[in-house]
C-alpha cells in the first residue's frame, strides 16, 4: 500500500507540472443513453453554436426536480430568447432510472434527457450533490457550474446565459 | 515510507526543474475534481442511538482529482475516516488512496487499469459503484477492456472488488455484450422499433476448503437482456441465472438461483405510465461467499419501490431480497392542462406509484429435509406462485400545483407496510402507517424564498407517531433552516423524544458550506437547494463540498 502511495504521489507531482491554467474545460467523453435505449458519447453534445445548460438530476431529487420543473414553464422563452438548450442528465440507477421517462413525459419537459445509470459522467464531472448545473458557451467550453437549486437560481442562470450569448465572458 | 518520500523528493525537484518539458508533452490536459468533508462533534445520545466517541470528533473525507489529456485519462481519490462519522462500518476506519486508475481510450477502444465501476445490463449479475454518503464502494480493481464496433459494444474485465481498505478473495471475470440491432443494416437505421439485445457472463473464482460442504471454486452467473422501443411504447426485460452457490445469505444451500425483470412503459407528453415485476430466487451473488450484509456484492438486485425524498416517508424503506422476492411497481404521472377547471391557472402535476413486495413460493425438496437446509437443495420454488408473506407495500399519491407567481403547493399522502423481521432482521409487529405531508413555497421576492415542509406519521406499531415541520429561508446562495422532529412514542414502550435541529448554509457556484446544530435522526435529508443522505447525530456538524 505504502509502495502504491508512493506511486501516486509521484503521479499528482506530475500532473500538477503538466497543469495548463490557460486551457480551457471541454467535455469529458463518456457514453451515456437516451431514453430510447441509443448510447451517445457526451463529447456530441452540440447546439449550433448557442450556450448549452447541463443539469445533473435524478426522480428522487425534490430540488432537481424543482428546478427542471421551474426552468420547464420559462423554457420557451429562454430558447426564443437566446437559443440555449438544456440537456437534463439523470443520475438515476437502474432501481429508479424506470421511472425517468415517465416524469419527463408526465411533467411535459422539452428537455434533452439522457442516463447516466451507473455514474459515469456524473464522476467525469465531478459531481457529487445533485443538482449540479453546467454552463457551456457557444464553442462547447465550460465556462460556469452550480450546485443546489433554490428559488431565483433561474435567474441568475438565464442572466448568465444571456451575457454568453452577448459575447461577454463569465466565470465561476 | 522512506522510499516514497525520497521519491516524492525526486520527482517534486524534477517536474518543477522541468516543467516546461513535462508541459509541453502533456500540455493542453486538464485537472479536474472534487472534495469533500464531513465533520461531527459529538454529544452523548442514547436515545438515538450516538453515543459520544473518545475522539469527541469524527471525519470523513475525500479529494479526487482527475487528468485528462486527449485520449489519455487519470485519477484518484484519497480517502480518510478519522475516525469514521458513527453511522459508516467501523471498518472504515483509515486513511489512504482508496481508488486509482489510468485509462486509455479512442472510438474503438476503451482501456481501464485500476479501479473502475462497472454495470452490466440492469446490474442483475454485475454492478460496482459508489455511495460515498451511505458509505458504499465496491469497486473493482483490476483491467477492464471495452471495444465498439457498429452498432456492438463488448467488455472484459477482470478484477477483484474493493473491501473497506483491502480486497475481497473473489477473482471476478467478466464478459458483456451490447447490441443495437438498429445499427447493424443501414436499411433498418430509421426503423420505427428500435431493438437492443443484450448478454453478459460473470464468474467469481475463489478457493474452497470447508471441512464439511464440498463447494464449487468457480460460480457463474449469466444473463440476457432485450429492450424495445416503439413510438409512445417501451419494454425491457432482463433474465439471469447463476449456478449453485451455497453462501452464508442462503444458508448453505445448493439450490441454483434465477432472476426475472420486467418493464413496460407508455408515455405521451403530459402523461407518463410504467409497470415494473420482478422475481427474484436465491440470487445473492458475491465475491466472498462468507459474506452478508452490505459486503462485497457482485450483482444488484434493486427494490423496486419509490425512492422518496421526503424524511418521514423514506422512514420505512424497503431492503430488496436477492434471495428471494416478487414484486410489482406502477407509476402514473399526468399533468391536468393550465387554465383548467382542475389544473388551474399553471396546471397540476399528478403522481402516482403502488409497489409490493412478496415472498417466493417454497416447498420441500422431500418429506426428510427442512426447507433451506444447509447442504442440500433448499427447497422447490412453482414460479408463478406467489409466497404467503408480505414484504412490503407502498402506495403514495402527490399533487403538485403552481397556485401563482410566488406560491407553490404539494401535498402527498402514502400508505406503507413494512415486514419488520424481513427488513429489520427482528421480531414482529409489522408497521403499517399512514403518512401526509405539505410542502409549501413562497417566493415573495426573485431570490428570496421560505418553505414550510409539515409530514405526519401514523402508526400503532414500532415507535408510534412522528411529526415534523420544518422551515425555511433562501437568499440567494444562503440557506437557513430549523426542524423540528418529533416523536409521540408508545406508552409503555417508546418514551416521546423531540430532535430539534438548526442547519445554515452557503453555496457559491460549485461550493458549498453547511454548518448544523442539534439532534438528527438517520435518514434523507432535502435542505438548501441539495438532498443527501445522513447518519444518526448530535452535536455540531459541519460540511464542505467543491467541485473544480
Known amino acids: 500500500m505504502k509502495k502504491t502511495q508512493g506511486l501516486l504521489f509521484l503521479l499528482i507531482l506530475i500532473l500538477m507540472g503538466s497543469f495548463t491554467t490557460d486551457a480551457k474545460r471541454t467535455l469529458p467523453k463518456v457514453d451515456v443513453k437516451t431514453l430510447d435505449g441509443k448510447i451517445v458519447n457526451t463529447s ?28 420547464a414553464d420559462v423554457y420557451d422563452d429562454w430558447r426564443e430568447e437566446t437559443g440555449v438548450k438544456l440537456i437534463a442528465i439523470s443520475v438515476d440507477n437502474s432501481r429508479t432510472s424506470g421511472g425517468v421517462l415517465p416524469l419527463v413525459n408526465g411533467k411535459d419537459w422539452d428537455y434533452e434527457v439522457y442516463l447516466d445509470e451507473n455514474g459515469d459522467f456524473k464522476r467525469a464531472m465531478g459531481v457529487g450533490l445533485v443538482p449540479h448545473t453546467f454552463l457551456l458557451n457557444g464553442k462547447g467550453e465550460i465556462v460556469w457550474q452550480h450546485t443546489s437549486f433554490t428559488e431565483g437560481s433561474e435567474l441568475e442562470l438565464i442572466n448568465l446565459v444571456r451575457k454568453l450569448k452577448k459575447g461577454e465572458s463569465i466565470s465561476n | 515510507m522512506k522510499n516514497s518520500l525520497r521519491a516524492f523528493l525526486i520527482v517534486a525537484i524534477m517536474s518543477f526543474g522541468s516543467k516546461a ?24 445520545d442514547s436515545t438515538i442511538g450516538a453515543d459520544a466517541i473518545p475522539q ?38 483509515g486513511n489512504g488512496f482508496g481508488y486509482r486508475f489510468l485509462r486509455y481510450r479512442n472510438k474503438q477502444i476503451d482501456i481501464t487499469a485500476g479501479n473502475f465501476y462497472e454495470q452490466f445490463g440492469t446490474g442483475m449479475i454485475l454492478r460496482s459503484y459508489q455511495e460515498w454518503n451511505l458509505g458504499f464502494d465496491n469497486s473493482l480493481d483490476g483491467v477492464r477492456v471495452k471495444y465498439k464496433v457498429k452498432g456492438i459494444t463488448l467488455t472484459a474485465l477482470a478484477a ?33 422499433t428500435r431493438v437492443f439485445l443484450g448478454y453478459s457472463f ?31 411504447y417501451n419494454f425491457k426485460m432482463e433474465v439471469g441465472t447463476k449456478i449453485n452457490d451455497p453462501n452464508a445469505s442462503n444458508s448453505m444451500i445448493y439450490k441454483s438461483g434465477n432472476a426475472v425483470m420486467a418493464e413496460f412503459g407508455y408515455s405521451k407528453r403530459g402523461l407518463g405510465f410504467s409497470i415494473q415485476a420482478e422475481r427474484v430466487d436465491n440470487m445473492d451473488f458475491r465475491s466472498n461467499r462468507n459474506s452478508t450484509g452490505f459486503d462485497l456484492p457482485v450483482g444488484y438486485i434493486p427494490a423496486m419501490t419509490r425512492q422518496h425524498a421526503y424524511s418521514l416517508a423514506a422512514m420505512y424503506p424497503y431492503a430488496s431480497q436477492a434471495n428471494g422476492q416478487m414484486g410489482l411497481q406502477t407509476t402514473l404521472i399526468y399533468k391536468l392542462k393550465k387554465k383548467t377547471l382542475l389544473g388551474g391557472k399553471y396546471g397540476t402535476s399528478v403522481n402516482i406509484n403502488y409497489s409490493i413486495s412478496n415472498s417466493i413460493n417454497k416447498s420441500k425438496i422431500n418429506d426428510s429435509t427442512a426447507i433451506g437446509q444447509a447442504g442440500t437443495l433448499g427447497y422447490k420454488s412453482d414460479f ?17 400545483r403552481k397556485l401563482s407567481r410566488k406560491w407553490n403547493v404539494s401535498l402527498m399522502y402514502m400508505n406503507v407496510f413494512y415486514n419488520m423481521l424481513i427488513n429489520e432482521g427482528h421480531a414482529v409487529p409489522n408497521v403499517k402507517a399512514n403518512i401526509g405531508i405539505a410542502d409549501i413555497w413562497w417566493k415573495f421576492k426573485p431570490y428570496n424564498s421560505l418553505h414550510l415542509e409539515l409530514q405526519s406519521l401514523f402508526t400503532k406499531q414500532d415507535q408510534g407517531n412522528w411529526s415534523s415541520a420544518m422551515l425555511e429561508y433562501n437568499n440567494h446562495g444562503f440557506f437557513a433552516a430549523a426542524i423540528l422532529l418529533y416523536n409521540q412514542g408508545i406508552t409503555g414502550q417508546y418514551a416521546s423524544a423531540y430532535y430539534p435541529y438548526a442547519t445554515m448554509g452557503y453555496t457559491h457556484s460549485a461550493t458549498r458550506i453547511t454548518l448544523g446544530y442539534g439532534r438528527q435522526r438517520e435518514g434523507i435529508v432535502c435542505v438548501g437547494g441539495v438532498c443527501r443522505a445522513v447518519p444518526a447525530s448530535n452535536g455540531l456538524s459541519l460540511s464542505i463540498n467543491s467541485s473544480f
Open chain 1, 44 to 71: 456530441s453534445f452540440q447546439n449550433n453554436g448557442n450556450p448549452i445548460i447541463i443539469s445533473f438530476w435524478a426522480t428522487w431529487c425534490k430540488p432537481c426536480v424543482q428546478e427542471l420543473t421551474t426552468i
Open chain 2, 21 to 44: 518539458i513535462l508541459a509541453q508533452v502533456l500540455g493542453g490536459g486538464e485537472v479536474h475534481g472534487s472534495f469533500q468533508a464531513d465533520a461531527q462533534y459529538y454529544k452523548k
Open chain 2, 56 to 93: 469527541k470528533m469524527a471525519v470523513n473525507a475525500f479529494f479526487e482529482m482527475r487528468y485528462t489529456n486527449k485520449n489519455f485519462e487519470a485519477g484518484m481519490r484519497y480517502e480518510l475516516f478519522m475516525p469514521p462519522l458513527q453511522g459508516y462500518d467501523s471498518r472504515w476506519k
Open chain 2, 160 to 192: 477483484k472488488q474493493r473491501y473497506y481498505w483491502s480486497l475481497g478473495p473473489g477473482l471476478i471475470r467478466g464478459i458483456d455484450g451490447q447490441l443495437s440491432v438498429n445499427d447493424l443494416i443501414d436499411k433498418w437505421a430509421d426503423a420505427k
Open chain 2, 202 to 232: 460473470v464468474s467469481r473464482f475463489q478457493t474452497a476448503q470447508d471441512p464439511i460442504f464440498k463447494l464449487p471454486e468457480n460460480v457463474a452467473a449469466q444473463a440476457a437482456r432485450i429492450e424495445l422501443y416503439r413510438g409512445k
Open chain 2, 384 to 400: 408463478f406462485k406467489l409466497g404467503d408473506e408480505k414484504y412490503f407495500s407502498d402506495f403514495n399519491i402527490k399533487i403538485h
